[in-house]
């Protein structure tokens, strides 16, 4: 094999960098404006751009050139950007005055199905927002129409809210208000050579329909770029595991290979240079539009045009100058297209191949002979654009496939012989519809079989790892990848090739294999948004209560903890904020058995993508309990045949976990009924710590279960900014009258309680976040009764045995502090004022909880001098028994 060069980078690829910043600041500027805040950041890259390119022009050093090119890249998509995001304010802003009315425009993309509904992307026609785009949610019953068609709809369109997340990624899609119609009809497909290529479509996809299964699914998705039948399905997910949807998603890939198609027809029918290098840019023109024209279709389409008018003018074509003015196109037509996750992999992908594909095959094909030179060489481009390709795809599903180089060595020529016969297929179905069938029969037989190998190889354990987000993700792969092109290692002997080779096998398999489980005892309620997911941990093993509302979130957590194994999972109630995360399993981690309420809605279904075959589903009622390590877990709610029909949130599986003397009760989402029914069993105790129910809402947390409860520190699982005002002050003001700490993880990220010697520690994963230390003392497992003398004895099973004083001195203030007892108000935390420089209402909490502390020390200590004070008085008596009845023997 010949030797890798270093490949030089083009002037358009500094400035396709370039521009790529520029349009990242200009929308975040834009995106700023729009909510009423300072477009700092814009402001900021422009002035940078500015210096540079002045600095640059004074200067004449090596690297002037590069830097007049990027700064003048980061100008130039500032102003794209920026120009779009002044047309896309002017929509936002005309549309409040639009009203209902009637709205004529074009089909953009296909149809989404959603859970509320199918929604349809449209271009508008005609006044008042000409040539403005539109997310529609279509009326249920009503002919639902496919791209390229023409539709009138009645809505009153809305503007997108300024606050919300998923406003901003619909607005990165062009979109500028929603709306739902009331009345909607389909007209005529679009005019043009579009309109008949897209009918065209139509028809083709028509006749797909007949092929059944999951070849069915994909060949649809992959021929001609349509995949709602293939969303939501398990194929769809383990394609995702194995890092293979970029086969099912329309790239160059595609494109390239219905242009080889037409190359080699071209060929066979003797035709020159010029008329076929015409015919292959008209046909890849043809397939972007039937494949609904995504910004990875349109990237290749510009780099075969570039590649092709440099064929024609008589100049070598050169790959990275082809994609450098490509990217430069999309962001000059599109500049919001760069946070479309298509383009963003197809961009990496296809630079990082262009730049390392040669060295990565020279190190993977050195030493080795024969066919095997073939497979390595093919592993070792899908390597390449693995590696680069991370950091778009851990930020975006949470996680990192460690079998992608296998899977693509055996899908990719699967999926591209099954497209090819898709493809034949599609075209000859609209002359013989006969063979056509037969060819698109074929194509799904080939997909089926490749779904049938991904979904064993999906179910490997460590098939993909949970990734977290953050700057070391990109700034990692960023840094390697700028040292190996400045370096350039080529391999020196067979030896070191092949040591390289079993380095890189290794990391794979300890990334697939995992760090060893932690076997301190541990709670750890995760910071998911607005959600629940709650991690225990003791011993090696692990249980997952509830799994947040978003998948990638949940990957991310898991990933902070290193959790490749959960031995038990908990859905405490059917709710997306406590369920909706499940899929978020698939790949990362296997999952030993699932517990779920044995009464209500639920949670879990049979065709669940994570769920494995022989994973058992168990319903839960009170009473029942199990270990996880040296932890009990015991549930407390709900009853096995509850007295009354009960709410969805009044249904949660609730929680009792107990390990040395930590007591720690999960609530899920219970709320009256629940804590009342709970009281009423007696199941309620003294503990330390609380997960508040139902995120801490008005509707939670009741004042006679906190009572019973009698947490030191009280934990809320809430999301940053949430739409329902989550926790409530209500809430928050009960818990400060009870003296309790509170946490949250909005505030503090994961909360992590652990057993600390004699007592606990509390903990928040966030930087500066302060511990909460607090020493646990005497406790009272079992509902308790008072007795004629004043002690409360612990009664029912699992009880210590131990008493406490309740005497009239129990609710006297401590000498140590000031104020009221601890059953009195707390003072109000809005009223502090400074003393001695500290907050006055610092020194009254210190000394509630030191008084707090110190009288349970004293009635510890007063119960242990009644004990011996009552066995001295008891042996005292048997004594005296003796020597009446004439027994001299000395009892002690």
């Not at 046909?283 to 440099?310: C, D, K, N, Q």
């Not at 060893?516 to 225990?536: C, I, K, M, N, Y």
């Not at 049979?606 to 009170?622: C, F, K, Q």
Request: proline residues 5%.
């Amino acid at each position: 094999m010949s030797a890798a060069i270093r490949p030089s980078i083009p002037h358009a690829g500094w400035m396709a960098v370039g521009m790529w910043a520029g349009c990242l600041a200009a929308e975040r500027a834009s995106w700023a404006a729009w909510g009423g805040r300072s477009p700092a950041t814009g402001l900021v890259v422009a002035a940078l751009a500015a210096v540079c390119v002045a600095v640059a022009a004074r200067r004449v050093s090596v690297l002037r050139t590069v830097i007049v090119l990027l700064a003048f890249g980061v100008i130039a998509g500032l102003c794209a950007s920026g120009l779009q995001g002044l047309v896309w304010h002017r929509e936002a802003a005309r549309v409040e005055d639009c009203g209902a009315r009637e709205w004529t425009g074009i089909v953009e993309a296909d149809p989404t199905p959603g859970s509320y509904g199918t929604v349809v992307r449209i271009r508008l026609i005609g006044e008042p927002l000409p040539a403005a785009r539109v997310r529609v949610g279509w009326p249920e019953g009503q002919e639902v129409p496919e791209l390229g068609r023409t539709v009138r709809f009645a809505a009153i369109l809305k503007p997108l809210p300024a606050g919300e997340p998923w406003a901003r990624r619909t607005a990165r899609g062009g979109a500028c208000a929603t709306g739902s119609a009331w009345r909607a009809e389909v007209g005529a497909w679009r005019s043009g050579a579009m309109g008949w290529l897209l009918a065209w479509r139509a028809g083709s996809l028509e006749r797909m329909h007949g092929v059944p299964g999951v070849g069915g699914d994909l060949l649809e998705g992959i021929v001609l770029g349509d995949r709602r039948r293939l969303l939501g399905t398990a194929t769809d997910e383990e394609f995702r595991i194995l890092g293979l949807s970029h086969l099912v998603a329309v790239s160059g890939s595609h494109l390239a290979l219905a242009c080889g198609a037409v190359a080699l027809v071209g060929r066979a029918l003797g035709m020159t240079r010029r008329p076929l290098v015409l015919a292959t840019i008209a046909a890849g023109a043809s397939y972007a539009v039937v494949t609904g024209m995504p910004y990875s279709a349109l990237r290749s389409l510009l780099m075969l045009a570039v590649g092709g008018g440099a064929v024609l003018v008589g100049r070598r074509p050169d790959g990275l100058s082809a994609l450098s003015c490509s990217v430069v196109a999309v962001l000059t037509i599109e500049p919001w297209s760069v946070f479309d996750l298509g383009f963003q992999l197809s961009v990496l992908a296809v630079g990082g191949l262009l730049l390392f594909g040669g060295l990565a095959t020279e190190w993977a094909v050195t030493g080795v002979r024969g066919p095997g030179r073939l497979v390595a060489g093919t592993l070792a481009l899908t390597c390449v654009a693995q590696v680069l390709t991370v950091p778009v795809v851990a930020s975006t599903f949470g996680m990192v496939s460690v079998l992608a180089p296998v899977a693509n060595a055996y899908a990719a020529p699967l999926v591209s012989a099954a497209m090819f016969l898709g493809l034949v297929g599609a075209l000859a179905g609209s002359v013989v519809p006969a063979a056509g069938n037969l060819l698109a029969e074929a194509g799904g037989a080939v997909l089926a079989a490749t779904a049938w190998l991904s979904h064993h190889a999906a179910q490997l354990p460590g098939a993909a790892v949970a990734v977290g987000a953050g700057p070391l993700l990109v700034a990692v792969p960023a840094a390697g990848a700028v040292g190996v092109w400045v370096w350039w290692p080529r391999p020196a002997t067979t030896t070191t090739a092949r040591r390289l080779t079993a380095a890189a096998v290794g990391v794979c398999m300890a990334l697939a294999i995992g760090p060893a489980p932690a076997r301190e005892s541990s709670v750890v309620v995760l910071d998911v948004g607005q959600g629940d997911a709650v991690l225990v941990c003791d011993g090696g093993r692990t249980m997952l209560v509830d799994v947040g509302a978003d998948e990638t979130v949940l990957r991310r957590a898991l990933s902070r903890h290193g959790i490749r194994r959960i031995d038990a999972l908990v859905m405490t109630h059917a709710h997306e904020d406590h369920t909706g995360g499940a899929a978020g399993l698939s790949g990362i981690a296997t999952v030993g058995w699932v517990g779920v309420p044995g009464v209500g809605s639920a949670c879990v279904s049979e065709d669940e993508v994570w769920l494995g075959p022989d994973t058992p589903v168990r319903p839960l009622a009170a009473g029942d309990s199990w270990l996880i390590g040296q932890m009990r877990v015991s549930v407390l709610w709900p009853p096995a045949e509850p007295a009354e029909k009960l709410e969805t949130n009044d249904t949660s599986v609730v929680l009792h976990l107990s390990v040395g003397e930590l007591d720690v009760v999960l609530t899920g989402d219970a709320e009256a009924a629940a804590q009342a029914g709970m009281i009423e069993d007696g199941a309620l105790s003294p503990i330390e710590v609380l997960k508040v129910p139902h995120h801490g809402s008005s509707n939670g947390l009741t004042a006679e279960a906190l009572a019973m409860w009698d947490p030191d520190i009280a934990l809320v699982s809430v999301g940053e900014g949430n739409r329902f005002n989550h926790p409530s002050a209500s809430t928050m003001s009960m818990l400060k009258e009870h003296a309790v700490v509170i946490m949250r993880t909005d505030h503090s990220g994961d909360l992590t309680v652990r057993p600390a010697g004699p007592g606990y520690r509390v903990t928040g994963s966030r930087r500066g976040d302060k511990t909460a230390v607090r020493a646990r003392i005497g406790r009272t497992c079992a509902p308790a009764c008072a007795d004629a003398h004043g002690y409360r004895h612990t009664v029912g099973s699992g009880s210590c045995g131990g008493q406490e004083h309740r005497g009239s001195e129990a609710g006297l203030p401590h000498l140590w502090r000031r104020g009221a007892a601890a059953g009195a108000r707390a003072p109000p935390f809005a009223s502090a004022r400074r003393r001695g420089g500290r907050p006055r209402f610092q020194l009254r909490y210190v000394r509630r909880r030191l008084g707090r502390c110190h009288r349970r020390c004293r009635r510890r200590q007063y119960v242990a001098v009644r004990l011996r004070a009552a066995a001295r008085g008891r042996a005292q008596r048997r004594s005296d028994a003796r020597c009446r009845s004439g027994d001299t023997r000395r009892v002690r």
